[in-house]
């Protein structure tokens, strides 16, 4: 098979195009991955207009919960009541209690200044036993509809949103007007890696690859 590299005057131009919030200059200090109380955009390794994804879902996230203005614990996994609609690959979660009452669930996500620097942002649905606000940092993004009866489909929460680099909390406030309480969310942060013009199949011979060098997956502080 005959390998055509791309010119480096094309790799250098893309680079310089996608040096926005997410990215950083080479010679930065490198970041190592984030810790296990967080979340973490994966950075790009290649200019191929890949997309790198890293799970919000409840019960694989790190998500914590409070009951109003006490302190955040982990999550603990729900046996979904009869009424609670699924959201798949997701399960139900919830804290230590279920009086009626206001819940904070909170995951930290971490944009690093990646040296190939992609645009990020965060995607998804959620539900909640009753009802659910969605907030990135102190802005509203989401909430749920069908007021008390935010756990059924229909009523789930929808979410797209850009996040710029640096360390963000993503807090979905819960009310339970009563009886069983908890909350499900799927959805990524998703890093989308620029293309190089070059990459790809080269004319109309499939035998013809373009490859690239990839860079690790390393960020800077």
């Known amino acids: 098979m005959k390998i055509a590299y791309p010119k480096a005057g094309v790799i250098a131009a893309a680079l310089a195009m996608v040096m926005t919030t997410a990215s950083a200059p ?3 200090p490198v970041q190592a991955a984030g810790n296990a ?3 973490r955009a994966i950075c790009c390794k290649c200019i191929d207009g890949s ?3 890293a799970s919000l879902n ?9 009951t109003g203005n006490g302190a955040p614990a982990p999550v ?3 046996n979904p009541d009869p009424g609670w609609s699924p959201l798949a690959p997701a399960g139900w979660v919830k804290g230590a209690s279920s009086a009626p009452g206001t819940y904070n669930y909170t995951l930290t996500i971490v944009v690093p200044r990646c040296v190939i620097g992609g645009r990020v942002s965060i995607k998804g649905q959620f539900g909640a036993d009753n009802s659910a ?3 990135l940092g102190t802005t509203q993004i989401s909430q749920t509809s069908g007021g008390i009866n935010g756990f059924k489909a229909p009523n789930f929460g929808s979410f797209s949103n850009a996040v710029p680099a640096g360390t963000h ?3 979905l406030e819960v009310k339970n007007e009563g009886g069983p309480t908890g909350m499900i969310l799927v959805g990524a942060l998703i890093t989308e890696c620029p293309k190089s013009t070059e990459l790809g199949a080269t004319g109309s011979d499939p035998k013809v690859a ?3 060098k990839c860079d690790p997956d390393v960020a800077s502080t």
């Open 26 to 28: 080479p010679t930065a």
């Open 37 to 39: 109380g967080s979340v």
């Open 58 to 66: 409840s019960r694989t996230a790190p998500w914590r919960v409070a």
């Open 133 to 135: 606000k969605l907030f």
């Open 51 to 53: 997309q790198q994804k």
């Open 210 to 212: 373009v490859a690239c």
């Open 76 to 78: 603990v996994n729900a």
């Open 169 to 171: 909390t993503l807090r």
